[in-house]
Nanobody, 116 residues
Framework: QVRLVESGGGLVQAGESLKLSCVFS????????MSWYRQAPGKQRELVAR???????KYADSVKGRFTISRDIAGRMLSLQLNSLKPEDTAVYFC??????????WGKGTLVTVSS
């Protein structure tokens, strides 16, 4: 089983930036997609950003132009750059890697709090 550990969350003011990182317990070179999700209090978990094996990316409409997903070529880390943060971005952010239909890994999350 692959372990994912997120870091980089914290308390920031609106308009500021953060960079989230997700470190894998082993190198991952074969996968379907890698993603960041978030879950705000009282809401369902939602997809924020995804990078496919071929390199294409997709973003939630609410974060387009502000967030950027990337992965390192060594296959050990997934990142999410969060710019121009808004109070509505406050949530726990989770890293996800789907290697196969059966192999779907999740981290425990990192909390991002944006004050107005």
């Amino acid at each position: 089983q692959v372990r994912l550990v997120e870091s980089g969350g914290g308390l920031v003011q609106a308009g500021e930036s953060l960079k989230l990182s997700c470190v894998f317990s082993e190198n991952i070179f074969s996968f379907v997609h890698m993603s960041w999700y978030r879950q705000a209090p009282g809401k369902q978990r939602e997809l924020v950003a995804r990078v496919m094996y071929g390199g294409s990316t997709k973003y939630a409409d609410s974060v387009k132009g502000r967030f950027t997903i990337s992965r390192d070529i060594a296959g050990r880390m997934l990142s999410l750059q969060l710019n121009s943060l808004k109070p509505e971005d406050t949530a726990v952010y989770f890293c996800n890697v789907r290697q196969t239909v059966e192999q779907n890994w999740w981290g425990k999350g990192t909390l991002v709090t944006v004050s107005s």
